[in-house]
C-alpha cells in the first residue's frame, strides 16, 4: 500500500474581492504518495495554482480556507501560522514557480542565490553551502557549476535559469515539490530535458512531486497519476494510463480531442467551445454543462459525485450514472485509446 505524504480533505479557498467572493477551489479531496508524481490539469484559471499555493500559504490576505483539512506526514496544518509555516517551506513544502525571471534576483549570482536558500533551512557554514549548491547545480544538469555559479541569471537560457529556480527549490532536500507551470515558456526540446530531469531528480531523491500544467501532452510523459480540475473542482482523477487510454469525464475528452496530436492534418486544432463560469456565482450543477455537448438535465441542477470507475479512477459526471444514457466517447478518444 502506497504512504501518503500529502492530503487534502474537502479542500475549500476563497478570495473577498469588491465584487463579492470568489470560490476559487472547491471541495478538493486528494492524496500525493511518497515519490509519486501527480500531475494536476486544467484550463487556466481553473484552481491548479491557487490549490498549490494554499498549501503552502502563499497566497495574499484577502484569500481564505473556508473548509477542509491540509494532511502533510499525518499532521494537520490547516491552522498553522506564518512562523509554523516557515519551518515547512523548503525542508518539507517547496514550490518552483512559472517564470523564472520573476523567481530569480537579477543582480545576484546564481550560486549565492542557492546558498541562500541553503542557509535559510540548515545550520551550516558559508563553505558547506557552497558544497551543498554546487551539487544542487549539478543535480539539475547546469554544466560546469564552478563557472556558473558565480554568474548572475542573464548569462543562463530560459531553460538554465528554470534549472537554476529548481536548484533553489531543491536546495533544503524537500519531501515535495509543487512544479507549478515549469515548462510553459520553453520551446518543445526544451521542455522535454526539464521534464526528463524531473524524473532524474525523483529517481535520485526520491521527492513527491505535483506537477501543475494546462497541458496534457506535457504530463503524459512524467504523471504517475493525473488529477484535472475544472471550475476549482476536481472532475476526474485516475492514474495516468486510465486518464489517457479511458477518460470518462466529456471535460478531459474535450482536453484530449485539442491535442496538436490529434489534429488532422489540414484542418485547424480543435478546441473546447465556451468560457469556463465566473466563480462569483458557480452555476448549482455540473459547472461543465453549458460547455458539453453530452449534458443531461439534472447536469444544470444538481452537481455530480465522484463516481468510482475503478480503486483509482473516478470522475464527476452524471454520464456515470446507471441511469443516464450510453455515450460513445468522441471517435479521437476511441482511436487514441486503440492505437
Same mark, same amino acid.
Given at each position: ?14 478570495f473577498?474581492?469588491?465584487?463579492? !467572493? ?12 511518497? *515519490?509519486?508524481?501527480? &500531475?494536476?490539469?486544467? !484550463? ?8 498549490? $499555493? ?10 481564505k480556507?473556508?473548509?477542509?483539512r ?27 514557480? $512559472?517564470? =523564472? ?15 541562500e ?36 541569471p542573464?548569462?543562463? *537560457? ?10 533553489? &527549490?531543491?536546495a ?17 526540446t ?5 521534464? #526528463?530531469l524531473?524524473?532524474? @531528480?525523483?529517481?535520485?531523491?526520491? @521527492?513527491?512531486?505535483?506537477? @501543475? /500544467? ?31 487510454? #479511458? ?20 484542418? =485547424?486544432?480543435? *478546441?473546447?467551445?465556451?468560457? =469556463? =463560469? ?17 449534458a443531461l &438535465? ?12 475503478? /480503486? ?11 441511469r ?7 471517435? /479521437?478518444?476511441?482511436?487514441? &485509446?486503440? *492505437?
Open positions: 500500500m502506497m504512504q501518503s505524504i500529502l492530503q487534502l480533505e474537502n479542500f475549500s479557498v476563497s473577498d474581492t469588491p465584487k463579492g !467572493e470568489v470560490k476559487a477551489v472547491r471541495d478538493v479531496s486528494l492524496s500525493l504518495n511518497k *515519490s509519486e508524481i501527480l &500531475a494536476v490539469v486544467g !484550463e487556466s484559471g481553473c484552481g491548479k495554482t491557487v490549490m498549490s $499555493q494554499a498549501v503552502l500559504k502563499l497566497l495574499p490576505k484577502n484569500s480556507i473556508t473548509q477542509g491540509i494532511i502533510v506526514n499525518d499532521e494537520d496544518i490547516t491552522d498553522y501560522n506564518e512562523k509554523q509555516m516557515r519551518k515547512l517551506r523548503g525542508g518539507v513544502l517547496s514550490m518552483a514557480f $512559472q517564470d =523564472p525571471m520573476t523567481t530569480l534576483n537579477p543582480t545576484i549570482p546564481i550560486g549565492k542565490q542557492i546558498t536558500a541553503i542557509l535559510k533551512h540548515n545550520k551550516m557554514s558559508k563553505d558547506q553551502a557552497k558544497k551543498q549548491a554546487l551539487e544542487m547545480l549539478d543535480l539539475v544538469c547546469i554544466d560546469h557549476p564552478e563557472q556558473m555559479f558565480s554568474l548572475q542573464h548569462f543562463f *537560457s530560459g531553460g538554465m535559469r528554470q534549472r537554476c529556480v529548481l536548484a533553489i &527549490a531543491l533544503s532536500n524537500p519531501e515535495v515539490l509543487f512544479a507549478d507551470e515549469i515548462t510553459t515558456a520553453l520551446d518543445v526544451v521542455q522535454t530535458k526539464i521534464l #526528463d524531473l524524473l532524474r @531528480i525523483r529517481e535520485k531523491t526520491g @521527492i513527491s512531486i505535483v506537477f @501543475i /500544467s494546462h497541458n496534457l501532452g506535457v504530463v503524459a510523459r512524467i504523471a504517475d497519476r493525473v488529477a484535472v480540475m475544472y471550475a476549482g473542482k476536481i472532475v476526474e482523477i485516475g492514474t495516468a494510463e486510465e486518464i489517457f487510454y #479511458d477518460p470518462r469525464h466529456p471535460y478531459v475528452w474535450g482536453l484530449m480531442s485539442a491535442l496538436p496530436s490529434m489534429a488532422k492534418e489540414g484542418e =485547424p486544432l480543435t *478546441s473546447i467551445p465556451g468560457m =469556463p =463560469p465566473v466563480m462569483l456565482a458557480p452555476p448549482p450543477g455540473d459547472a461543465f454543462a453549458v460547455r458539453n455537448k453530452y &438535465a439534472i447536469d444544470y441542477e444538481e452537481m455530480p459525485p465522484m463516481f468510482p470507475i475503478s /480503486s483509482t479512477h473516478s470522475a464527476a459526471t452524471w454520464l456515470l450514472d446507471e443516464a444514457p450510453k455515450i460513445i466517447p468522441p471517435i /479521437s478518444i476511441k482511436r487514441m &485509446a486503440n *492505437s
